[in-house]
């Protein structure tokens, strides 16, 4: 359930509001809408049925959210969010751009990345300090060493950097060197690692599992988000299925979905979602098409001796190639007005 306060209604109102529902046994969790400030009712809302809510001064109306998901559901926060890293704006009409190699292999190596990063237009550089592989034989990353790399890459060229955290133990360390903490797919639903990074105080980047639903999905943002950290930004990266010409089958479709269902912003990783380097510019620009709120492409200096994932990374040719397409692109798009999405 959320409750619409009145565009008048005073700090003394919206207080009552939440004692009223706390009163009940139940969380009370306060959204700024565009006009008016929404006070969403987490728990069960049964609870509610003795407590006159909408006779209370402030209150306009009150309205029930079907979904599981409550913090993360458009229904409960109807304006489409805006992450703001350190004035980048991710969910804000231009489409952000993450590229770097899959995995922090050496200083020399992140940092003529970082450079190719830099010159194409792209604001965020990625790469892996701990890698979670599937053969415990495959490199498994620098990990604290590859953070340290990261930092570094930062100070060189002032693009933000976005690692992934693949254990409660490891968020500490992350976040002191990252700005945006990466949840990958492997750990979409570990959820004692979700509320932690709930309370990490970084924006949060949640891709979405190997074979899990949107629901599953929005489900699993919801963990973050109920932990106290509103910055959530989905990632499509593709979905297992009996395809096997691809690494994994990238479903465009989710971003029109988690337009209409969610307020959260969302990109798209054309990367992992086919596994091969030749199909990043066609999905790349398809999902800008669709509506993505950025992508998340892998780069790398020398893809033939990249120590992970070099058959799904752009060299830097054809990096600025794709580059120089999604800002075309998305600049038609906005000159024209054309937005995909019906939220």
């Not at 950097?161 to 409660?168: A, D, G, L, N, R």
């Not at 639903?213 to 919801?222: G, H, K, M, R, V």
């Not at 106290?228 to 979905?239: F, K, S």
């Amino acid at each position: 359930m959320v409750i619409i306060m009145n565009p008048e209604a005073t700090a003394e109102n919206i207080s009552e509001v939440i004692k009223a529902i706390e009163g009940a046994g139940l969380e009370a969790k306060i959204m700024e809408g565009a006009q008016q400030k929404i006070v969403g009712v987490i728990g069960d809302k049964t609870k509610m049925a003795s407590v006159a809510i909408g006779a209370m001064p402030g209150v306009d109306h009150s309205v029930e959210i079907s979904k599981s998901y409550k913090l993360a559901s458009r229904e409960f926060h109807p304006q489409s969010t805006t992450i703001d890293v350190d004035g980048i704006k991710i969910g804000g009409g231009e489409p952000v751009v993450m590229a770097g190699p899959c995995a922090v292999e050496s200083l020399e190596q992140l940092l003529s990345a970082a450079e190719i990063v830099k010159k194409g237009g792209a604001k965020f550089l990625r790469g892996g300090a701990y890698k979670p592989r599937t053969s415990p034989y495959s490199f498994q990353g620098l990990e604290v060493e590859g953070l340290k790399i990261l930092a570094k890459a930062r100070e060189k060229t002032g693009l933000k950097v976005i690692t992934e955290v693949t254990t409660v133990e490891g968020i500490a360390p992350v976040a002191e060197y990252a700005d945006i903490l990466q949840i990958g797919a492997r750990n979409m639903q570990n959820f004692g690692l979700l509320k932690e990074v709930g309370k990490c105080g970084k924006p949060v980047m949640l891709k979405r599992g190997l074979a899990s639903t949107i629901d599953e999905w929005l489900n699993a943002a919801e963990y973050i988000m109920n932990a106290g950290n509103p910055d959530v930004i989905l990632c499509e990266r593709g979905i297992r299925t009996y395809e096997t010409y691809t690494r994994n089958t990238l479903d465009l479709s989710a971003v029109a979905a988690i337009k209409h269902l969610s307020h959260l912003p969302i990109i798209v990783d054309p990367s992992h979602g086919t596994g091969k380097w030749r199909m990043i510019k066609p999905m790349a620009f398809a999902a800008i098409a669709a509506g993505a709120d950025g992508l998340m492409m892998e780069v790398h200096p020398n893809p033939a001796k990249a120590l992970s994932d070099g058959s799904q990374s752009l060299t830097s040719e054809n990096y600025f190639e794709v580059m120089r397409g999604v800002q075309k692109l998305s600049k038609l798009m906005r000159e024209e007005n054309l937005n995909p999405i019906v939220e």
